[in-house]
């Protein structure tokens, strides 16, 4: 009987984990999202140093949380997450601002986002 009330404690676990992980990954995103879309819309007002500003504060976040991240996702989806960030702030920073070529890539980025999270959240799509 034991044996039974510690796999089902261990499931029980294993649940809550996921459940942590996918809120923080949520909470993450979240903050990630807001500041681009944020950095889109100095972009707009032609503020491209605060928008460059507001990008590199994201991908500083996203690679301080790159341990966490290593561990939970898929390597590919970090490091693509991680090479539109570096695509969005060449945008950015370069000394020919292309306001189109950086609104797609910025809206590239936020769907990577997007999709990281949905792709953790236990569905039936997932599971199966």
């Known amino acids: 009987m034991r044996r039974l009330y510690l796999s089902v404690g261990l499931i029980a676990l294993m649940a809550a984990l996921s459940a ?24 707009q007002q032609e503020d491209w140093d605060g928008a460059a500003r507001l990008t590199r504060q994201a991908k500083e976040r996203w690679t301080g949380c790159e341990g966490y991240l290593h561990v939970t996702l898929r390597h590919a989806d970090i490091d693509a997450i991680l090479i539109s960030l570096d695509e969005t702030l060449a945008f950015l920073e370069g000394s020919e601002k292309q306001p189109a070529e950086y609104a797609a890539a910025n809206a590239r980025l936020l769907a990577q986002l997007a ?14």
């Open 20 to 43: 942590l992980h996918v809120w923080h990954l949520n909470d993450l995103t979240g903050q990630l999202t807001a500041q681009l879309t944020q950095a889109q819309a100095l972009a």
């Open 115 to 128: 999709l990281v999270v949905e792709a953790e959240v236990p569905t039936l799509t997932n599971i199966l």
